[in-house]
């Protein structure tokens, strides 16, 4: 490659390659003392290891190693199934975390994501600082990667799937670690680097010197097209991520599990990154879906609502565990997912502020707490409609929902309405006051036609009493 | 000077101020004290309703008059919960009665282990100033612990009951019988603060309830049907 070619550009992307992102995502679920098991992703097809966890290395495996040897290496080592989708999907939250500090991320899966960094050197001064930045959110994430400039993307990717650490706005630098990379490190075919090794061509370095015409009349179109893409003379355009309008996180448990207070451990995490979530957005949420998958592909469903909006982790916890207390798992459970689709703007209400002064909760937390444990049809308030029929002039209002309000004429009503009307015979009462005739609802099928009385019955207690065709009634009680 | 003192009648030693009177002390004190509306009562309460009391309402019948006994208290307060009601309430009611309807909550639970669990967590909220709860029975440690929440949190509690014929002690800190016959409305002190127990005497809810027709005697009524 000629310098002068590269001394005109910079070093303007950025890669990130994990390649433990699974396993590594994995570990930060299970318990300290779960995470000193030598534990192991393996391919199922080939038979071999993919992703390690420290004690495993110690224990001298190494990725690629059959799984025949490592089980003769290391007897206790803990095997479970690689899963790309669910890496894939992975990587969507971690180029999501990424995004707050970073606007263009291209994803490529299932363990790069490639940024774009010189659009951001106005807002962090200096590469340093974005570097300190992303390793603060590499820790936080417990993620082992590699991080690594390039003036072109694929320079970039290759430089950090080669496990290359740098950082830099040099361009020669970079050139430097290029050069010395062997072709089994490159992207290309293993029948092209084969043929290249036959030439003599071992490192990238050789590869760049020779002239481009020559090797792609060798080497055909595609090997051209690869060294402009690797000198950053093509750029070929990349789909930047675009964070989805909803939160969706599915985790597996690694272990089938029925127990609430172990779900609740990984629960946790997912509400934190719920919390994340929202709280970068500026919104929040009245519900979760909570999803337990079991073997068999089917799931329990639970649905939680909150009266008040939430977007807090500790919130949200009890109320899902006081939830859980309720609905105990029958079916252990495999992975777990929360799902929050209804998503509204946060802002504060000051009439709520008003309310927390006196308490510690507003009444919409404390709705939504006891919601969650007694079900949501045991906790209302009562609404006034504009029906003349006794019956239908109220409406339960569950504690998430807005009552409308109605104007309706105060009328003599007593306090307590028997849901079901019961037959009395009505010498046993005397009457006090009546009749109010009430006669609606003709244009429904529930026509009603009835007249009301105050009477008293044998304890002198107010009673309301109708008559209809079909004789009287009591309706309710005054006092 | 001891034969002095004697020699007045007892009138002017409370004039005076020499005679001790537990009903007075509670008057002065910093206890907040929300009027129950009733003159009468408010005497034999010392006040009114005790912010942060537990109080009970032992019920010869249900819907004689106990919930107009408390209605000018409902009247003033943001918040009420109703906890397991025995019947529905009637939000038209409320509103000829001038509650405020969305500022009411009802709560019903399945087993009494859910309504005392609901009932603590509505304490510990603080944001409800007064509590109604049905409740059979409660044994001594459940009203002690709410007595402390509610004590803690200053929300008033109503525990309804029916007639409890036992006479067993409850940290409550008012027990009241209601009971309604011919004559009228009657309230019975069980229980109270710095005071005896008062048999039963005419409490005015009637005010609050559709006027009664005057009756001579009940039984020269003409009974229906009408």
């Known amino acids: 490659m000629a310098p002068g070619n590269l001394l005109r550009q910079s070093n303007k992307w950025l890669f990130l390659h994990a390649p433990q992102l699974l396993l590594d995502f994995q570990l930060t679920l299970q318990a300290p003392v779960q995470q000193q098991q030598p534990q192991a992703l393996v391919c199922q097809q080939r038979q071999c290891l993919l992703q390690l966890n420290s004690a495993a290395r110690q224990a001298g495996l190494h990725p690629g190693q059959s799984l025949a040897v490592a089980r003769s290496l290391c007897a206790e080592l803990e095997i479970r199934p690689y899963q790309e989708l669910q890496e894939r999907q992975l990587l969507r939250q971690l180029a999501h975390a990424f995004y707050q500090d970073i606007a263009q991320i291209a994803l490529f899966p299932p363990q790069g994501l490639l940024f774009e960094v010189r659009s951001l050197q106005r807002l962090y001064g200096s590469l340093g600082q974005l570097q300190q930045r992303l390793q603060q959110r590499l820790q936080h994430w417990q993620l082992t990667a590699s991080l690594a400039s390039g003036f072109s993307p694929l320079a970039a990717q290759l430089l950090a799937q080669a496990g290359v650490n740098i950082v830099t706005g040099e361009v020669e630098l970079v050139t430097a670690q290029l050069n010395q990379l062997p072709l089994s490190k490159t992207t290309l075919a293993a029948e092209v680097q084969k043929r290249l090794t036959g030439v003599g061509i071992h490192h990238v370095a050789a590869l760049l010197a020779l002239p481009a015409s020559s090797l792609s009349q060798r080497f055909g179109k595609s090997m051209s097209y690869y060294l402009a893409a690797l000198r950053g003379q093509v750029q070929a355009p990349q789909h930047y991520y675009r964070p989805p309008p909803y939160f969706y996180q599915r985790v597996d448990l690694l272990s089938e599990t029925s127990d609430w207070p172990r779900l609740v451990f990984v629960l946790k995490r997912m509400l934190k990154n719920l919390e994340d979530f929202l709280c970068a957005r500026q919104l929040c949420t009245r519900e979760l879906v909570i999803d337990a998958h079991h073997r068999n592909k089917e799931y329990t469903r639970l649905h939680i609502r909150f009266a008040h909006d939430s977007w807090q982790q500790v919130d949200m916890l009890s109320l899902c565990q006081l939830h859980m207390e309720r609905q105990p798992l029958q079916t252990p459970a495999l992975e777990l997912s929360l799902k929050v689709t209804r998503l509204r703007p946060l802002r504060a209400e000051p009439q709520d502020m008003l309310t927390t002064e006196h308490g510690r909760w507003t009444p919409a937390e404390l709705l939504s707490r006891l919601q969650a444990r007694l079900g949501e049809t045991a906790v209302y308030r009562l609404a006034l409609t504009s029906e003349q029929r006794p019956d239908r002039a109220q409406q339960c209002v569950r504690a998430s929902q807005k009552a409308t309000m109605v104007t309706v004429q105060a009328r003599v009503r007593p306090l307590w309405l028997l849901t079901e009307p019961e037959p009395v015979a009505i010498n046993e009462f005397t009457r006090q006051w009546g009749p109010e005739r009430i006669d609606s609802g003709w244009w429904d099928n529930h026509h009603l036609q009835r007249d009301y009385y105050i009477g008293l019955d044998a304890h002198a207690r107010q009673a309301w009493l109708f008559r209809d065709q079909r004789g009287w009634f009591l309706h309710g009680w005054f006092g | ?226």
Not at chain 2, 185 to 205: D, E, M, T
Request: charged share 15%; glycine share 6%.
């Open chain 2, 1 to 226: 000077m001891v034969s002095t003192i004697a020699a007045q009648p007892i009138q002017e030693l409370l004039a005076k101020g020499l005679v001790w009177q537990g009903q007075q002390q509670l008057e002065d004190s910093a206890q907040r004290y929300a009027s129950t509306g009733y003159p009468e009562l408010d005497k034999t309460l010392g006040g009114g309703w005790l912010a942060g009391s537990v109080n009970e309402l032992q019920l010869a019948q249900n819907y004689s008059g106990e919930l107009a006994l408390l209605l000018p208290l409902l009247r003033e307060v943001t918040g009420t919960v109703w906890l397991n009601p025995p019947q529905e309430p009637y939000a038209p009611g409320w509103h000829h009665q001038q509650l405020a309807i969305n500022q009411q909550y009802v709560i019903r639970t399945e087993t009494e282990r859910d309504a005392l669990w609901a009932l603590q967590q509505t304490l510990q909220a603080g944001c409800m100033p007064v509590v109604l709860a049905w409740f059979a029975n409660l044994s001594a440690t459940a009203v002690r612990l709410i007595q402390q929440c509610a004590q803690q949190h200053q929300v008033t509690v109503f525990v309804f009951t029916c007639e409890q014929s036992q006479t067993e002690a409850r940290a409550y800190t008012n027990r009241l019988l209601l009971e309604r016959s011919g004559k009228g409305f009657f309230v019975q002190v069980l229980k109270r603060r710095y005071g005896w127990p008062l048999p039963p005497f005419p409490c005015a809810v009637d005010r609050h309830l559709p006027k009664r027709r005057q009756t001579k005697a009940p039984a020269q009524v003409v009974h229906g049907p009408w």
